[in-house]
């Protein structure tokens, strides 16, 4: 038992003495590796390289520290948004440049050291380097930053041990020619490292790598760059705990983009960038930290394992021949191809497309960005429908002809069900062109018709030829309704005594009403009858002047008889797409026939609508 017990309690202490103390150890590690570091100042460093006889400076662990005395001419502030030096003479250097564990005393921030304005004619090669700031820099021949092991021992002493260390590595307001291959990080273990690319030229080259590859680091910053050439471009991002990728024009690049590994605790920024050709995407997972803006690249990205899907099929029958990836993928005439054709007829192509777009689609709902959740689906629905056409021209059948059609419908109806506006708009079209259709035919509503034209032109004719006003022609006409309101005015005069005294108070509002159209009626011919007598009597220019005044007086009632025509037609188109007639049909002949067919649109048009906008409300 005591034995149990004493061993129990050594394994303790044992737990304790190692939390303790691993800091502590990791210092004394990382101050031993650093104590095997050759120590050089940056002018030391700078005229070693100049200073070599041979075509290649090369440089294995080393220090390169900040001399506050000797080294203020790689001193530089950040001022108005650009980074002064106190010299901005070019410094060329001939020679090929390797550095392995080399370190650089470099903070970047407001104020620091840099290498800048040198002119490197000649490759430079550095490897597992935990700082390393270059500004205003050219490099002929390319650049390749290679970091394949874990620094955090050294970045940890430097951090504590050097005044001016900041854990860097950037390529700031430079030109970059030839191969450029950054790339920075392990997969295993995490580096606290922040890789800067920023304000810089990157001239892509022929069958001369671009590739940028980060993987767990705490940052990558690549902003404000732009690639001038066409060729691929590769992005790998795996673990960045940040990323950001702002305000850079791709032009004629071909953006190669493969991203994994995203948790919780990222942040990843894809914003404001300019696409000229095709992003080539493949994205595991997203964050709900992320910003990737879809109108920037939504005509743009394929996936990545669709067009590699496209490229297999393509030297599995023996068509590229002896052609390289690059090349291939960088192919305007083959991946145009594919845009247009194989990634909605390959089937494992389009899965791998669909899979693409559907998590963008989730992306943004997490984030309830309604706008690009909508684009995003737009976009997957284009895709079934595009397969859905490829299958029924390959094996014709009435489900894959039908699923075809109703998608381009719905697609022009309603975008698929996203826009439930479009489709209000599109029914009101629907209304308007049938209401066209029944101005040309009778129907029980309508209070336009041949008996009327008629009535108004012998009344017209009536007034030119005789002395009688329109006034009293109107009234003459009017006789038997208005007798039949004085009638029963006096009818109910002689039965007030007879009848409740309220029967009296209704009549009179009733009489009134239903004379009022009459009075203003008369009142109206009255204020507008110049012609007081024959026409044929009146002096010549007096026949003119009524006969155009009657003229436009005639136009006016034509118009408003039209008008109140093409409201009884659309309130038939109304009724008749709403079905609120509940069956009853007010006209004959072919218009009956138009309004079962505008019934069965209408109510399958509303249904739709309904889905939508409810789709949209659950959104």
Same mark, same amino acid.
């Given at each position: 038992?005591?034995q149990?017990?004493?061993?129990?309690?050594?394994?303790?202490?044992?737990?304790?003495?190692?939390?303790?103390?691993?800091?502590?150890?990791?210092?004394?590690?990382?101050?031993?590796?650093? !104590?095997?570091?050759?120590?050089?100042?940056?002018?030391?460093?700078?005229?070693?390289?100049?200073?070599?006889?041979?075509?290649?400076?090369?440089?294995? !662990?080393?220090?390169?520290?900040?001399?506050?005395?000797?080294?203020?001419?790689?001193?530089?502030?950040?001022?108005?948004?650009?980074?002064?030096?106190?010299?901005?003479?070019?410094?060329?250097?001939?020679?090929?440049?390797?550095?392995?564990?080399?370190?650089?005393?470099?903070?970047?921030?407001?104020?620091?050291?840099?290498?800048h304005?040198?002119?490197?004619?000649?490759?430079?090669?550095?490897?597992?380097?935990?700082?390393?700031?270059?500004?205003?820099?050219?490099?002929?021949?390319?650049?390749?930053?290679?970091?394949?092991?874990?620094?955090?021992?050294?970045?940890?002493?430097?951090?504590?041990?050097?005044?001016?260390?900041?854990?860097?590595i950037?390529?700031?307001?430079?030109?970059?020619?030839?191969?450029?291959?950054?790339?920075?990080?392990?997969?295993?273990t995490?580096?606290?490292?922040?890789?800067?690319?920023?304000?810089?030229?990157?001239?892509?080259?022929?069958?001369?790598?671009?590739?940028? &590859?980060?993987?767990?680091?705490?940052?990558?910053?690549?902003?404000? !760059? +732009?690639? /001038?050439?066409?060729g691929?471009?590769d992005?790998?991002?795996?673990?960045?705990?940040?990323?950001?990728?702002?305000?850079?024009?791709?032009?004629?690049?071909?953006?190669?983009?493969?991203?994994?590994?995203?948790?919780e605790?990222?942040?990843?920024?894809?914003d404001?960038?300019?696409?000229?050709?095709?992003?080539?995407?493949?994205?595991?997972?997203?964050?709900?930290?992320?910003?990737?803006r879809?109108?920037?690249?939504?005509?743009?990205?394929?996936?990545?394992?669709?067009?590699?899907?496209?490229?297999?099929?393509l030297?599995?029958?023996?068509?590229?021949?002896?052609?390289?990836?690059e090349?291939? =993928?960088?192919?305007?005439?083959?991946?145009?191809?594919?845009?247009?054709?194989?990634?909605?007829?390959?089937?494992?192509?389009?899965?791998?497309?669909?899979?693409?777009?559907?998590?963008?689609y989730? =992306?943004?709902? &997490? $984030?309830?960005? &309604?706008?690009?959740?909508?684009?995003?689906?737009?976009?997957?629905?284009?895709?079934?429908?595009?397969?859905?056409?490829?299958?029924?021209?390959?094996?014709?059948?009435?489900?894959?002809?039908?699923?075809?059609?109703?998608? $381009?419908?719905?697609?022009? =109806?309603?975008?698929?069900?996203t826009?439930?506006?479009?489709?209000?708009?599109?029914?009101?079209?629907?209304?308007?062109?049938?209401a066209?259709?029944?101005?040309?035919?009778?129907?029980?509503?309508?209070?336009?018709?041949?008996? +009327?034209?008629?009535? +108004?032109?012998? =009344?017209?004719? +009536?007034?030119?030829?005789?002395?009688? &006003?329109?006034?009293?022609?109107?009234?003459?006409?009017?006789?038997?309704?208005?007798?039949?309101?004085?009638?029963?005015?006096?009818?109910?005069?002689?039965?007030q005594?007879?009848?409740?005294?309220?029967f009296?108070?209704?009549?009179?509002?009733?009489?009134?009403?239903s004379?009022?159209?009459?009075?203003?009626?008369?009142?109206?011919?009255?204020?507008?009858?110049?012609? /007081?007598?024959?026409?044929?009597?009146?002096?010549? !220019?007096?026949?003119?002047?009524?006969?155009?005044?009657?003229?436009?007086?005639?136009?006016?009632?034509?118009i408003?008889?039209?008008?109140?025509k093409?409201?009884?037609?659309?309130?038939?188109?109304?009724?008749?797409?709403?079905?609120?007639g509940?069956?009853?049909?007010?006209?004959?002949?072919?218009?009956?026939?138009?309004?079962?067919?505008?019934?069965?649109?209408?109510?399958?048009?509303?249904?739709?609508?309904?889905?939508?906008?409810?789709?949209?409300?659950?959104?």
């Amino acid at each position: 038992m005591f034995q149990f017990c004493s061993k129990r309690y050594f394994k303790r202490l044992s737990y304790l003495i190692l939390f303790f103390f691993i800091p502590t150890l990791q210092v004394i590690v990382a101050q031993t590796a650093a !104590n095997e570091l050759t120590k050089y100042s940056h002018t030391q460093f700078i005229e070693k390289i100049i200073s070599t006889k041979d075509s290649v400076f090369s440089l294995k !662990n080393a220090f390169i520290y900040f001399d506050t005395k000797k080294d203020s001419a790689f001193f530089y502030e950040y001022i108005d948004d650009s980074y002064v030096f106190p010299s901005m003479d070019t410094l060329t250097i001939s020679v090929q440049i390797e550095l392995e564990n080399v370190h650089f005393e470099h903070r970047y921030d407001d104020s620091g050291a840099a290498f800048h304005h040198m002119k490197f004619t000649k490759p430079v090669l550095v490897l597992n380097t935990a700082s390393l700031v270059f500004s205003d820099c050219v490099f002929e021949q390319g650049i390749i930053i290679d970091v394949d092991t874990p620094l955090n021992s050294y970045i940890d002493y430097f951090e504590l041990d050097a005044e001016n260390y900041g854990n860097d590595i950037s390529i700031n307001n430079s030109k970059l020619k030839g191969k450029v291959a950054i790339g920075i990080g392990t997969i295993e273990t995490f580096s606290a490292l922040f890789v800067t690319i920023s304000n810089s030229v990157i001239i892509k080259e022929v069958n001369k790598e671009t590739s940028f &590859s980060v993987n767990n680091i705490r940052a990558f910053d690549f902003t404000y !760059n +732009r690639l /001038k050439g066409d060729g691929i471009v590769d992005f790998s991002i795996d673990k960045s705990r940040e990323t950001m990728v702002l305000y850079n024009d791709f032009d004629d690049a071909t953006v190669l983009l493969y991203q994994a590994g995203i948790d919780e605790a990222s942040v990843n920024v894809f914003d404001q960038n300019i696409f000229n050709k095709p992003v080539i995407l493949e994205v595991e997972n997203f964050s709900k930290t992320d910003t990737y803006r879809w109108n920037e690249w939504e005509q743009h990205i394929i996936s990545y394992q669709g067009y590699s899907e496209y490229i297999r099929t393509l030297y599995l029958a023996r068509a590229l021949n002896s052609a390289s990836i690059e090349d291939l =993928f960088n192919n305007d005439s083959i991946i145009n191809t594919y845009k247009e054709k194989y990634k909605f007829q390959l089937e494992n192509a389009y899965k791998y497309e669909k899979r693409l777009l559907g998590t963008f689609y989730d =992306f943004y709902k &997490s $984030q309830y960005d &309604s706008d690009f959740s909508n684009a995003t689906y737009v976009k997957l629905k284009d895709l079934d429908t595009q397969r859905y056409q490829y299958l029924n021209e390959q094996n014709p059948s009435f489900k894959t002809y039908f699923t075809w059609k109703i998608n $381009q419908f719905l697609k022009f =109806f309603s975008a698929y069900g996203t826009a439930p506006s479009e489709s209000i708009i599109i029914s009101i079209y629907v209304i308007f062109i049938f209401a066209f259709f029944y101005m040309f035919f009778p129907n029980s509503w309508d209070t336009m018709s041949k008996n +009327r034209l008629t009535k +108004r032109i012998r =009344f017209y004719t +009536r007034y030119f030829r005789n002395n009688e &006003s329109m006034k009293e022609i109107y009234a003459e006409e009017r006789k038997k309704d208005l007798m039949n309101y004085d009638e029963f005015k006096d009818y109910m005069q002689t039965s007030q005594k007879e009848i409740p005294s309220y029967f009296l108070w209704l009549a009179k509002p009733l009489y009134y009403f239903s004379s009022s159209n009459y009075k203003i009626i008369s009142k109206l011919f009255d204020k507008t009858d110049i012609l /007081k007598g024959k026409w044929v009597d009146l002096p010549k !220019n007096k026949r003119i002047q009524a006969s155009v005044f009657m003229g436009l007086w005639i136009i006016v009632l034509i118009i408003f008889d039209v008008f109140i025509k093409f409201i009884n037609a659309l309130t038939l188109s109304i009724n008749t797409f709403t079905t609120l007639g509940f069956g009853e049909i007010p006209t004959k002949g072919i218009p009956r026939y138009l309004t079962i067919i505008q019934g069965f649109i209408g109510w399958f048009m509303l249904s739709i609508f309904s889905v939508s906008l409810i789709s949209q409300l659950l959104n």
